[in-house]
């Protein structure tokens, strides 16, 4: 069953409502970038001066645009660490999205969802990317002593809190926080083995970029499957 999930969350994300959610948290992850680069660019304007003065080598000029470009530089390296999470606190913000075309192309006829305030949805949005992100800064000072159970660690951890917070975003829009809880306690196993073979792809460049968009659709599959049994 997890399996088939997932095939069907990737087949999903070729619908043009899914895809548009991911185009969006790349595109406003990239203006993000570029903005602080921007910014980087102006302050270096700002604070270093035109040309400097050396004891024993004279007058320097080439200071300020030196380090112009190697802001550019910098911003690159940088843009290859911070691309996967930046885009995907913007692509969280959409994830409702993503679970209403899930559900209108395979679910018709259900009722209205739960309506979320805007704090809810706010709310477990930075929830969900503060604890993946305190947790897995724990975990690199963990992977210095386990050596090569690094890889373990990594999947079991991120498929607790991958599984468990993408569960809670699929099934609070159709029950109560306290049904959830409740089912998710039943099927604690499945929905961590379904977190890890998400982090799976997390560890491919540029297909982790679709991680959230194919988590919400997988998992969304995965709280009906689970709701109705």
């Known amino acids: 069953m997890i399996f088939e999930i997932f095939l069907r969350g990737w087949a999903d994300l070729a619908r043009p409502g899914a895809l548009k959610v991911l185009l969006k948290g790349i ?20 604070f270093v001066p035109d040309t400097i ?11 300020d645009p030196a380090l112009s470009i190697a802001s550019v530089g910098v911003m690159l390296i940088a843009s290859v660490f911070l691309m996967v999470p930046v885009a995907s606190i913007f692509t969280g913000f959409f994830l409702d999205e993503v679970a209403e075309v899930v559900e209108s192309a395979h679910y018709p006829g259900l009722p209205p969802v739960r309506a979320l305030t805007l704090a ?3 709310g477990d949005t930075l929830r969900f990317f503060g604890v993946v992100l305190g947790a897995n ?7 210095v002593f386990v050596g090569p159970l690094a890889p373990l660690l990594f999947f079991a951890l ?12 699929a099934a609070v829009r159709r029950m109560g926080r306290a049904e959830v809880a409740t089912l998710y306690a ?28 194919v988590g919400a659709a997988a998992f969304t599959h995965l709280f009906h499957r689970l709701a109705r049994g």
């Open 27 to 46: 595109g406003l992850a990239i203006l993000l970038l570029f903005a602080i680069w921007f910014g980087l660019f102006e302050m270096i304007g700002w």
């Open 53 to 63: 003065t050396l004891p024993w080598i004279g007058e320097i000029g080439w200071i």
């Open 120 to 122: 809810e949805s706010l």
């Open 137 to 143: 800064l724990v975990a690199l000072i963990a992977y």
């Open 158 to 169: 991120n498929g607790y809190l991958l599984g468990r917070e993408y569960f809670q975003m």
């Open 186 to 213: 039943q099927n604690r196993v499945t929905v961590w083995l379904a977190g890890a073979l998400m982090a799976l792809p997390l560890t491919v460049p540029v297909l982790n970029l679709a991680v959230p968009v």
